[in-house]
């Protein structure tokens, strides 16, 4: 068992930055994959971002290649995600999740956290 919680949302402007965090429990964080996803209201919950077990691969979805960045410290099993110049359709509850093997689908993913709420005004 993993137990994950979020952390670092909030309601910014426009192109501001935030950085969500990703705290770990339980067994080795080290052992798995940790994502990103969000969900945006009444919209499928997408991936974001993945990160391998020492952080040394990763992989944003087109929507966010540039402006995020996920990094990891196995030390403190914590995940962020770096997130600059963010937009208004950012908004949404931004999810960490952790997975066995390195995957972008939801459904490929063993352990969820609770979700942080992402709000960016125009």
């Known amino acids: 068992q993993v137990q994950l919680v979020e952390s670092g949302g909030g309601l910014v402007q426009a192109g501001a930055s935030l950085r969500l965090s990703c705290a770990a429990s339980?067994?080795?964080?080290?052992?798995?994959?940790m994502g990103w996803f969000r969900q945006a209201p009444g919209k499928e919950r997408e991936f974001v971002a993945v990160?391998?077990?020492?952080?040394?691969?990763?992989d944003y979805a087109d929507s966010v290649k540039g402006r995020f960045t996920i990094s990891r410290d196995n030390a403190k099993n914590t995940v962020y995600l770096q997130m600059n110049s963010l937009k208004p359709e950012d908004t949404a509850v931004y999810y960490c999740?952790?997975?066995?093997?390195?995957?972008?689908?939801?459904?490929?993913?063993?352990?969820w956290g609770q979700g942080t709420q992402v709000t960016v005004s125009s």
């Open positions: 999740a952790a997975a066995m093997r390195y995957r972008f689908r939801t459904t490929e993913y063993d352990y």
């Open positions: 990160i391998s077990l020492n952080g040394g691969s990763t």
């Open positions: 339980g067994r080795a964080f080290s052992s798995y994959h």
